[in-house]
């Protein structure tokens, strides 16, 4: 595996995550950026090793991302998973047969005994995206949420039970056991910028920075966080309810806050201009694909 | 898992075994009959546990077989395998979405430790199928062909080379150390007719045969042959070829010779009648689905 230094690096997750790396993609070029993706979302389905953001993010890249749902691969059937459900597998996950493909030739790369960023990058290539993707670590982290109704894995408070819980505290497990995939500290040191994506701190960014060492590496680093909150509102997804519920202030300030130490600046839309003493302004909304090159030169030029 | 007996077994294989199972459970009812499966031919393909034959009857009894092409699911997509060998899997051996969910639920429950057997009763048991369906063993047995070209696997010989080459020798690997799957002996001393279906023997039937302690069960049973030979050939598949190139005349002549000391009796077609003295003589060709309640009947009637 080519471990390659670039000039952007960005800690992304879920599908704001995937949008801005695939914005500086189109600005700046596939080979200027590397991805760090977040795995605590990881779950095996029917068997299968599903790792939901870094699925999302090569999907985005190759241009095959349901772009409509936000998951999943566009023209996509279910037929495998309605069999599957058939015959006593577990439907709640929707896996479509175009994703199965997928993760039936990572699962036997995995079984191989092939870490999970040889599999992303051997996957990557034959997708033609040269963004380098590389997973946060190759070992096991997972995401656990607190919630009144006990503590849960990722994928059952978000997928399961529809983000419903309220979250009251996050923890990483795993995490304190787990080494940055083979890149990842190279990829952060050599970079001029490294971007937090506008991706939910606690479940898409945090869950990379708990990796011993990924955070240390940021230190004396120019890290600037994309904003994932535009007028106090997620574009998509649970994070201003939870920025209440963790004792953040759900805005631009409360980004800020959670990110103090970590990120030197904060990126935030035009109508969040004001709100966040020297936050750096530019248009972030990238909801359709052709706008994204846009919000990339954007982006790019703020930080200039 | 709860064994029965029951008062027909049948050894099978293959889409004429999987039809004549098919049959004998229409006229006589799912629950008389117990199928024992030639497992020979499986394969593990983007690493999922294929059992072609077991699928074939299963499908069969379920009404999913897709009866045009006489292997898999019909109403199929094949997106995933599509998509997997975009991204570097094998896409030689067709494996459809629906097919692939089966696979997915199945290569689980191996994984987990569940045997082949028990798996099967409890696919076989969600898809409202009452035939009894074992595999031969739940140990691995692979049919191996000497050919000019050397020797090959089965699905290497029957798939990827369309049996083209011309077999000079046939032999189970794993065969003597493998065990009977439960149940499968004492189905076969239960019953009061253990058919041998009208499937190649070579590559269907002998590899059952070939499992230590099966062969010895049929000793003083009524062993009653169907020929998969009418008028000289097969409704399908290479078999005339393989008994000419085997050293045996291709028809029910030569039939009666490979069963020789394992078969009792040879049911041939009408057409066939005359050619083996002491043949019984049923109508056996039952391509379509509707047509096989009356073979069953016919073949019951016949062996009464």
């Known amino acids: 595996m080519s471990i390659q230094t670039r000039p952007y690096a960005v800690l992304c997750g879920g599908l704001g995550g995937s949008r801005f790396v695939d914005a500086l993609a189109r600005a700046a ?33 190759a241009g095959l991302l349901d ?10 059937t279910t037929n495998a998973l309605e069999a599957a459900g058939r015959l006593g597998g577990e439907t709640w996950f929707t896996l479509g047969d175009r994703d199965i493909g997928l993760h039936l030739v990572r699962a036997r790369l995995l079984r191989e005994g092939v870490p999970l960023s040889e599999a992303t990058q051997r996957l990557a290539g034959k997708l033609g ?54 890149g990842v500290l190279e990829a952060i040191v050599g970079a001029e910028v490294v971007f937090l994506a506008p991706s939910n701190p606690f479940v898409s960014i945090r869950p990379i920075l708990a990796v011993p060492g990924i955070r ?63 936050a750096l302004v530019a248009p972030i909304v990238m909801v359709a694909p052709e706008s994204r090159a846009e919000v990339g030169r954007a982006v790019l030029e703020a930080v200039r």
Not at 36 to 53: A, Q, T
């Open 29 to 61: 070029g596939h080979e200027q950026v590397t991805a760090i993706v977040n795995v605590g979302d990881d779950v095996e389905i029917l068997g299968l090793y599903v790792s939901p953001d870094l699925d999302t993010v090569l999907y985005t890249l």
């Open 67 to 76: 772009e409509e749902r936000g998951w999943g691969v566009r023209d996509e």
């Open 129 to 182: 995206v040269a963004v380098q993707l590389l997973p946060a670590s190759d070992d096991p982290v997972g995401t656990f949420l607190a919630t009144p109704e006990g503590e849960l894995d990722f994928q059952t408070w978000f997928v399961r039970r529809r983000h419903a819980d309220e979250v009251t505290a996050v923890r990483y497990e795993g995490a304190e056991d787990a080494r940055p995939a083979p």
């Open 216 to 278: 240390e590496a940021l230190a004396g680093k120019r890290v600037v966080a994309i904003s994932p909150l535009v007028a106090g509102e997620a574009l998509r997804g649970p994070l201003a309810e939870m920025m209440a519920s963790l004792g953040f202030e759900p805005g631009v300030r409360g980004i800020a806050a959670v990110y103090e130490g970590i990120a030197t600046e904060v990126v935030v839309d035009p109508v969040d201009a004001g709100e966040l003493p020297g």
